[in-house]
């Protein structure tokens, strides 16, 4: 019998336990004889093969922590309509402990996903024409939003349990926070009417035009960062009405706030939105909301200076446009997942190499889009409370932002039900009751410490969802990479300051797909499988039609820019006789029905309250 062999004459095996070798499952593994000798030039005992089994578990063990064996080929492969469709590689369950390559690169994804949404909103209320932020703030705001969202991740995904009750925080799901839309309107409403003020009867902005007035200043007049810090207080006090909905049962809230309440409300969300976003592609807000008295240039694209409108503003911004299609159509899963990104970084691209030429006589000058001057000087690192502004409340604004978080807690509750069925596990059980409970209260918590951290409140984001299905892989390891990249990406201030390098036109259409994105899941949540009863359609009818109403006609309500300000509005004008209390009722109701969604959804929770719920009135939608 050579060596090696057993009685039997077959190669030799040996059955070696990993746990005496590293304090690891205990697990056995199976070695030949044969193999050893590849190894060493002789096998003599079994110490030898031992040895050998030992640093072969280390290396594997190694390499399948830093690097692990996912299938590279199919995130990266570009897919072709007319191709066959490949298989997708294993999915990795919410609990796997997958690779550090891995979740760095899963969770890179996830940023990239959602970090234009996350600095859409702190870009918008910092701008020139609405907080007017010195360019040190606007550069803060958007890094505290980004590490805000970072960190409120992580706590949603952890899940971590109330001592002594059955109460949970977090979803403990690969559910990632970002900085919501759903306060945007009102907040952007707010600081207006703060920066407001009366120069001898003609309404100017503080920080601005009411710079240049020679006479009296009256009404609130207060900086933007003052105005922003309102908008925060306010948000602080009604975040606590959301912790509070958060240990109430499921049905109740299905009761109150069901899917033609809230779908109905995220559809005038993204309607206000939307108006933003196309401004903002065709030069700029402030220009465009001048273009039929004057034809004023758009700042905030470079050193270009052109009317609202103008083709160089719609042919830039189709560009990010066309970008996001190929990439649907032909990108491979990783580029399908981080669309948004690079319809910037392509929108980037072409705007930094083109400018616009103009010449007066003989001499041209040339204008570019991009400049990257903003860069130099912002600083490599930055923290939250770099810049505070000083707290305060707003009351008008407190039930408007009390809808735009039951709207944000209600859309938790979706987004949550999603990523379970994403990750592969059924949305029911005591589980999935848990993890309702604990990622509306996450939210709550997170809304209330964002606040107090100079940014506006975090949802969880549906779009990674996504992500998820496309990579399939739901591990909460991806969601911590995520939060890593997340951090990193707001603590670098140059970063931020190339977000605010990129020119209106570019981040408007940008934006008019995020926002026209929150109009679809609300159009989803009134998508029912058997269609919408004639009750639901009533309520949606009426909802609707106020809300875009006033969302078109908002003079309908509220006149701004009037002379005497903040006499505005033939609705319920003012009379300055009224007492203090009196007057901020009738200013929070005014407030209330100048926003759409704000009136629209009040009114959906009205009737969805008062008119009774007939089961027999359900009619199937028609096919087509």
């Known amino acids: 019998m050579k060596s090696g062999q057993d009685l039997t004459g077959q190669p030799k095996t040996l059955r070696i336990t990993k746990k005496p070798i590293l304090s690891g499952e205990g ?107 010195t360019p040190g703030e606007q550069q803060y705001v958007v890094s505290a939003a980004m590490i805000v969202s970072g960190l409120a991740s992580f706590i949603q995904m952890t899940q971590f349990r109330i001592p002594y009750t059955n109460y949970v925080i977090g979803s403990g799901m690969l559910s990632v926070m970002g900085v919501t839309f759903a306060y945007l309107p009102v907040a952007l409403q707010t600081i207006a009417t703060l920066r407001t003020c009366s120069c001898d009867g003609v309404s100017c902005f503080k920080g601005d035009s009411c710079d240049l007035c020679t006479g009296n200043l009256s009404g609130d007049c207060l900086t933007g960062q003052e105005a922003y810090g309102r908008v925060l207080g306010s948000i602080l006090v009604t975040s606590w009405f959301q912790i509070a909905l958060s240990f109430c049962p499921k049905k109740f809230l299905k009761k109150v706030f069901p899917p033609v309440v809230t779908g109905s409300t995220i559809i005038l969300i993204g309607a206000s939105l939307i108006t933003s976003g196309f401004s903002q592609w065709g030069g700029g807000t402030t220009c465009a909301n001048q273009v039929l008295t004057s034809k004023t240039p758009c700042d905030g694209n470079g050193e270009v200076e ?40 392509v929108g980037m691209a072409v705007a930094s190499s083109v400018h616009v030429t103009k010449c ?8 570019r889009f991009v400049t990257f001057d903003k860069i ?174 006033v969302n078109l006609v908002p003079a309908w309500v509220n ?21 203090k209390e009196y007057r901020g009722f009738r200013d929070a109701v005014i407030q209330v029905l100048s926003n759409g969604f704000s009136s629209g959804g009040l009114v959906a929770v009205v009737l969805n309250l008062v008119i009774p719920t007939d089961e027999d009135d359900i009619t199937n939608l028609p096919r087509a």
């Open 27 to 133: 697990d056995m593994e199976t070695w030949r004889a044969d193999d050893a000798q590849t190894h060493l030039l002789s096998v003599t005992d079994g110490d030898t093969i031992y040895d050998i089994a030992r640093d072969r578990y280390r290396e594997r063990k190694w390499r399948k922590v830093l690097i692990g064996d996912y299938d590279w080929g199919f995130l990266c492969t570009p897919s072709l309509p007319w191709g066959a469709r490949r298989s997708p590689p294993p999915f990795f369950e919410k609990d796997e402990k997958i690779s550090l390559l891995l979740a760095l690169v899963m969770g890179l994804q996830h940023a990239l996903a959602m970090v234009a949404g996350v600095v859409t909103t702190p870009v918008i209320l910092s701008s020139l024409h609405n907080g007017n932020f």
């Open 306 to 345: 052109l009317p609202f409108g103008d083709r160089h503003y719609i042919e830039l911004g189709l560009v990010v446009v066309a970008t996001l299609i190929i990439v649907e159509i032909f990108g491979s899963p990783i580029l399908r997942n981080t669309q948004v990104i690079v319809g910037l970084v």
């Open 360 to 367: 007066e006589g003989t001499k041209c000058s040339k204008y």
């Open 376 to 549: 130099p000087e912002a600083p490599w690192i930055t923290f939250l409370w770099r810049y505070t502004f000083p707290l305060g409340i707003y009351p008008p604004a407190l039930l408007p932002m009390l809808l735009a978080g039951i709207t944000s807690m209600v859309e938790t509750i979706g987004d949550v039900s999603a990523t379970y069925e994403a990750s592969h596990l059924h949305p029911s059980g005591t589980e999935y009751e848990k993890s309702l409970q604990g990622g509306v209260l996450a939210d709550g918590i997170n809304s209330v410490w964002a606040s107090l951290a100079t940014t506006l409140p975090v949802v969880t984001y549906a779009q990674n969802n996504g992500v998820i299905s496309l990579s399939g892989c739901a591990s909460r390891r991806a969601g911590y990479g995520c939060c890593f990249w997340m951090i990193l990406f707001g603590t670098c201030a140059k970063f931020a300051a190339l977000i605010l390098s990129i020119p209106n036109c570019i981040l408007g259409a940008m934006t008019t797909f995020l926002f026209s994105g929150v109009m679809v899941s609300g159009i989803k949540l009134l998508s029912p499988p058997k269609g919408l009863s004639r009750r639901d359609r009533f309520i949606v009818t009426m909802a609707l039609g106020v809300g875009l109403g």
């Open 559 to 579: 006149i701004s820019g009037q002379s005497n300000y903040p006499n505005e509005g033939n609705l319920w004008p003012v009379d300055k006789s009224w007492s």
